[in-house]
């Protein structure tokens, strides 16, 4: 059963850092894709950030390029994203999702991701 658990949002002020955490199960990350997303009220889900397991490939959306970073660690079955320089414009909530990609690459297109996180709440502000 795949299972995805992000964590690590919260209040932080503009400037500020968050590492978000998306804890995986039931599935290997070396043959799926693990992306972030973020849906503030009122707009459409937003691809952020995605890796490949297989090669490692990795996007990042312009908008967050230069202070989002993704990263992963397989043995701990958790992928990160590490957020600098945090916007007002960022507050959102922020989820995890995964595409089987078992030969590499990546789709930057939410509906091609499958599972999902339940979500989890940044808010940057004063």
């Known amino acids: 059963q795949i299972q995805l658990v992000e964590s690590g949002g919260g209040l932080v002020q503009p400037g500020g850092s968050l590492r978000l955490s998306c804890a995986t199960s039931?599935?290997?990350?070396?043959?799926?894709?693990i992306g972030w997303f973020r849906q503030a009220p009122g707009k459409e889900r937003e691809v952020l950030s995605c890796i490949s397991g297989r090669d490692g490939s990795i996007y990042y959306a312009n908008s967050v390029k230069g202070r989002f970073t993704i990263s992963r660690d397989n043995a701990k079955n958790t992928v990160y994203l590490q957020m600098n320089s945090l916007k007002p414009e960022d507050t959102a909530v922020y989820y995890c999702?995964?595409?089987?990609?078992?030969?590499?690459?990546?789709?930057?297109?939410?509906?091609?991701?499958?599972?999902w996180g339940q979500g989890t709440q940044v808010t940057v502000a004063a």
């Open positions: 039931g599935f290997s990350l070396d043959y799926y894709v």
């Open positions: 999702a995964t595409d089987y990609a078992p030969t590499g690459g990546y789709t930057s297109a939410h509906e091609s991701y499958d599972f």
